[in-house]
């Protein structure tokens, strides 16, 4: 079996781990969690959204989140623009605050899509294709985000031709790399190699990566299976970041802090230090004033205080 020699790991945490929840966190302590990962050794961050503050309140602070962030030379800053009007609102401030990529999302299922965006797949394409092209034009990476990919909470189980489906699509629109989303983590492995296999037909493996919600304790199983299909990129998130609104009390996102711990103990890179990593975690879950939701945290802090 031969296995990737080095991963890339996308942290969602600042964006995905931290809009749902109902406190407030300051735009300072957001750009300290940024920071924090960085110099973790994370290249690669999803900052913020710019969506309107009515739907995610939490997110309002996009643009002053974005001015704050003392950037770092090889680090891709990524921000989620659903439509237009979010991604006019992510290139309104100068040339040096734009994001280096954005990212757009869309459902392999159909209830998903109308539930979660009020449209159907085929009208949330068409909603995301002047933002795709805007980017690009101005030079900026273009991602998307597909949920869903192998169970719906109003659908069920998904098939892979349904995630082919909206692979093409989004390939159509000119989007340059796709995520595979186990949204609610109702995924195991065989159900995400499919899902996997089915965007391959469209994406090239440099152009797909895995994201998947730890709802059923199948996070790292999932990863493991993508790993030996080939996939070098994942979307994780620190300290456990993130529940899953559809399962209540249940995990959301995966630690980066357990993936990472995975991954070098199979001896694949990732050019992460894993102490800060942690260190990353409780700095937020401190602020949100709770534990973070990391195995490999809880293991390594607990031995490090003897």
């Known amino acids: 079996m031969k296995l990737p020699p080095r991963v890339k790991l996308v942290d969602v945490g600042p964006r995905d781990g931290l809009q749902n929840e109902k406190q407030a966190v300051p735009a300072e302590v957001k750009i300290g969690l940024v920071h924090r990962l960085q110099e973790a050794g994370l290249k690669e961050i999803e900052v913020t959204s710019f969506v309107s503050p009515k739907w995610v309140p939490q997110m309002a602070d996009n643009a002053e989140v974005m001015r704050g962030l003392r950037r770092q030379a090889g680090v891709r800053y990524s921000v989620l623009t659903p439509n237009m009007k979010g ?8 040339r040096e605050e734009w994001p280096d990529e954005i990212v757009v999302f869309g459902a392999a299922s159909e209830a998903f899509s109308q539930k979660n965006i009020n449209c159907s797949i085929a009208e949330s394409i068409e909603r995301f294709r002047p933002v795709a092209e805007a980017a690009r034009e101005k030079g900026i990476h273009v991602r998307g985000a597909m949920s869903c990919t192998v169970g719906c909470p109003y659908e069920g189980e998904i098939a ?15 989007v340059q790399h796709v995520g595979v989303a186990d949204t609610i983590g109702v995924g195991t492995p065989l159900k995400v190699r499919r899902a996997l296999e089915a965007t391959l037909a469209h994406y090239g493996i440099d152009d797909i990566s895995g994201h998947y919600h730890d709802t059923y304790g199948q996070a790292l199983s999932n990863t493991l299976a993508s790993l030996e299909l ?6 994780t998130s620190v300290g456990g970041l993130g529940g ?13 802090e357990d993936v990472v711990y995975m991954l070098h103990g199979m001896g694949i890179e990732t050019g992460i230090d894993l102490d800060k990593l942690i260190d990353a975690g409780v700095y ?15 293991a ?5 205080a003897g």
Do not use: H, Y
């Not at 991604?87 to 100068?94: G, S, V």
């Not at 401190?286 to 195995?295: D, K, T, Y």
């Open 87 to 94: 991604f006019e609102a992510a290139i309104a401030a100068p």
């Open 160 to 174: 892979p031709e349904r995630v082919g489906m909206l692979a093409k699509l989004m390939k159509d629109i000119g």
């Open 230 to 235: 080939g996939v070098w990129q994942f979307d």
């Open 244 to 256: 899953c609104p559809f399962a209540k009390g249940a995990t959301g996102n995966v630690a980066t």
């Open 284 to 298: 937020i879950n401190q602020a949100l004033g709770r534990e973070p939701n990391s195995r490999v945290s809880k």
């Open 300 to 304: 390594i802090r607990t031995k490090r």
